[in-house]
């Protein structure tokens, strides 16, 4: 390969292609399926199919299995429970058995 050829092929392999999926809207779809299958219940194929993606897009997005899973646990931090509990434990307006009440609702919405 000549110097000219090996710097092309460099330059095309680090542009690739642009993810065409919603890493986020992603990131909520896997850590729906391992709540309902559990780490250990949930394979490649079932994350794959769900997130609507090919198993090389899967690593390349998020690396394998297990940071996936632990991504998806961020996620679940970050979005949900966090600022469920800051509600939660917010004074203000509600008193607490409405603010209880309220952050219940929300994780039950979680499930289905």
Request: hydrophobic share 35%; glycine share 8%.
């Amino acid at each position: 390969m000549s110097t000219d050829s090996a710097k092309n092929f460099h330059i095309m392999k680090s542009t690739g292609r642009k993810r065409s999926f919603d890493k986020d809207k992603a990131l909520d779809t896997a850590m729906k399926v391992f709540w309902n299958n559990g780490y250990a219940g949930t394979s490649l194929t079932d994350l794959t199919t769900a997130l609507g993606i090919n198993k090389p897009s899967l690593y390349a997005a998020f690396g394998n299995k297990e940071q996936l899973f632990i991504a998806s646990l961020d996620h679940y931090a970050r979005n949900y429970s966090t600022p469920a509990m800051e509600e939660l434990n917010a004074s203000g307006k509600l008193g607490f058995r409405q603010r209880l009440e309220n952050y219940l609702h929300a994780q039950a919405g979680l499930i289905g």
